[in-house]
C-alpha cells in the first residue's frame, strides 16, 4: 500500500511540474513573440503613446510672369488637426473646441472620420484659422486633450492681374484624387492639391515634399515639448514655374476687356508663348481656395454669366467670317482662275426657294478674292464653296488645327468641330444635308464651332505661313536651388503647304482689312505699325451675334497674332476690332 502511495503521488508530482514547466515555455514563447518578432510593430505603438509626429507641409513652388514677377506664392496660415484615439475618450475636448470654432461636434467629427489617416496621426479639421481662434485655444490648451494646432502655407495671391481661369486655384484633396496618386504617394487626407488650370496640370513640381516634427506628450496625451533628441525631417518646397505672361500686356488687355463677357488669347507666333489671356467674367480665387460656403457656391453655379467657364480654352462659338481665309487659300491653290474670278454681291444669294443674306444688305457689288476678303462679303464666298466642297474644306480646316485640341498645358481644352461628310450624315441623316449646309461653313457658321485660342493658333499660322508652335503658359520650371528642371523649347510644325504667292496674297488681303480703305476692321489700325487682321460675326441664337476679331503683326519687334471674342458684342469691326487696338496702342507706348 505504501508502494502505492509513493507512485501516485510521483505522478502527481511530474504533472504539477509538466504544467509548470509549460506555463513558463508559454511566457517565454510570449515574450519571445512580442519582444522580438512583433518588436517594432509594438514600440511603434509605445512611441506613438509619448512622441508625436507632426507633419510640416511643403511649401508650393511660387509662381511668376515672364520677367520674374510675382504672381501666387505662399503665406503662413493656422491648422487645427485633432489625435483620434485621445479625443475619443476626452469629449469635452471636442465640445470645448465646438465653442471656440463656432462649429458643432457633429461637423467636427464629420471631419475627422473624412481626415482620418490612424488612431495616432494627427486629423486636420480646421484650415486658415484666424490668429485669435488659435490664442484662445492656447490658453486652454489643458482642457483641450488631443487637440494640436501648426502654420502651414497656403496660397497668396500677390498680383492684382484677373489670370482666374488660367491660374486655377488649390483645394482639399478628395478621395478619388488620393486612391489616383497612391498610398504611396506624400499626400494625405487635407493636404491642398491644384484642381484646376496651371494648378493642377503642374501639380507634381509644384507640391514639395512634406516633412516631420516630433513632440512628446504625456499620458493624458498632453504636450510637453520638442523631442530634442529625435532631428525633425525638413520638407522640400515645390519646384518655382515661370511662366510666359507678359503682365504689362496682360493688364493692357483685362483693362480693354473691363467687364464684357469674353476671352482674349495673345501668342507669340514665333515661339507659342502665350502671353496674354483673359475670360470674363472670372472668379475670386482666395475664396475658391479655401472652404466655400454652400451659399458662395450655388451663387457661382448659378450665375447667367457663367464665371466658372473658361471662354479661352471651353467657350465654343461659330467662328464667323475668320475662316473665310480658308476657302481662298484653297481657292488659290487648286483653281488656276482663283485670282481673276469674280462675283456680284446684292446683298444675297439664292440658292433653291431660301435666300442666304450678306451682312452688307445693299450688297457690295462685283468683287473679286482680295475684295472679297477686304470687306468680308459672304455672297463671294458663297459661291466659292460650291467649288470646293465639304470634304476639302474641313481637310484644309484641320491642317489649320481646327476641330483638335492645341495641347496648351492647362487642362479642359475643347477641340471644337469641323464638320465633314461623315458628321453631316450622321446629324442630318444620309444625303438630307444640301449645298445651303455648305454656305453656313464657309462663313464660319451652322456646325463649324471653335475656341478662342484656336483662332489665335489659326491666326498665328498664317503669319508664319503654315508653321504652328505649340500653345504654352510655362516657359521654365526651376528648382528652389536654382537647378532648371523644365525648359519649354519651342519646336515649330509645318502643317500647312502653299505657295509663297499664296501666302503673299493672303497676308495683304488681311493688311487691307484693318488698313485699307475699305477695310472692316479700320478701328485696329496702328501709326508706323503694320497690322494684319479679319472681323467676324457669329450668329447667335440666344442674344445678339459675337463679335470676332483675329490678327497679327510681323513686326520683329511685336511678334504678337490674337483672337478676341465678345459676347453679344454685335459686330467684329465694331467692338472686338477696336478693343484690340486699343491694347496695341497701350503696348506701343511701353515704357522701356
Known sequence: MLQGKNIVEGWRSLLVHGLLALLFLTLIGRYYYLMIVFHEKYAEKATANHIRAVPVLASRGVIYDRFGEIIVDNAPSYTISVIPIEVKNKPESLERLSQVMEISVGEINRRIIKNRRGSFAPAKVFSRVPFEKISHLQEHRLELIGVTYSIEPIRNYVTDMDLTHSLGYTREINRDDLDRFGKDSDYQPGDQVGWKGIEKFYESELHGQRGFRYIEVNALGQEIGEMLD?????????????????????????????????????????????????????YDLEMLSGRISAKNWKALVEDRRKPLYDRGIQGLYPAGSTLKPLAAIYSLENHSNALERTYTCRGSYRLGNRSFGCWKKVGHGKMDLHSAIQQSCNVYFYNLIQDIGLEDWAH???????????????????????????????????????????????????????????????????????????????????????????????????????????????QHAMWDVVNGKDGTAKAARQKDWDIYGKTGTAQNPHGEDHAWFIGFSLDERYPLSWAVLLENGGGGGGKAAPLIGKVLRSIAKRPS
Open 396 to 506: 484644309i480646316a484641320r491642317e489649320f488645327g481646327l476641330g483638335e485640341q492645341a495641347g496648351i498645358d492647362i487642362p479642359g481644352e475643347n477641340k471644337g468641330l469641323v464638320p465633314d461628310t461623315k458628321y453631316m450624315n450622321r446629324k442630318y441623316g444620309q444625303n438630307n444635308w444640301t449645298r445651303g449646309n455648305l454656305l453656313n461653313i464657309v462663313v464660319g457658321q451652322g456646325d463649324v464651332l471653335v475656341t478662342p485660342l484656336q483662332l489665335a493658333q489659326f491666326a498665328g499660322m498664317l503669319a508664319q505661313r503654315g508653321t504652328q508652335y505649340k500653345p504654352h503658359f510655362v516657359n521654365k520650371i526651376i528648382s528652389k536651388k536654382g537647378e532648371i528642371v523644365e525648359l519649354n523649347t519651342p519646336e515649330p510644325e509645318n502643317r500647312v503647304n502653299a505657295s509663297k504667292e499664296t501666302w503673299d496674297f493672303v
Open 230 to 282: 529625435r532631428e525633425p525631417i525638413n520638407p522640400v518646397p515645390g519646384n518655382d514655374i515661370y511662366l510666359s505672361i507678359d503682365s504689362y500686356m496682360q493688364r493692357s488687355v483685362e483693362k480693354a476687356l473691363a467687364d464684357s463677357s469674353g476671352a482674349v488669347v495673345i501668342l507669340n507666333h514665333k515661339t507659342g508663348e502665350i502671353l496674354a489671356y483673359a475670360s470674363r467674367p472670372g
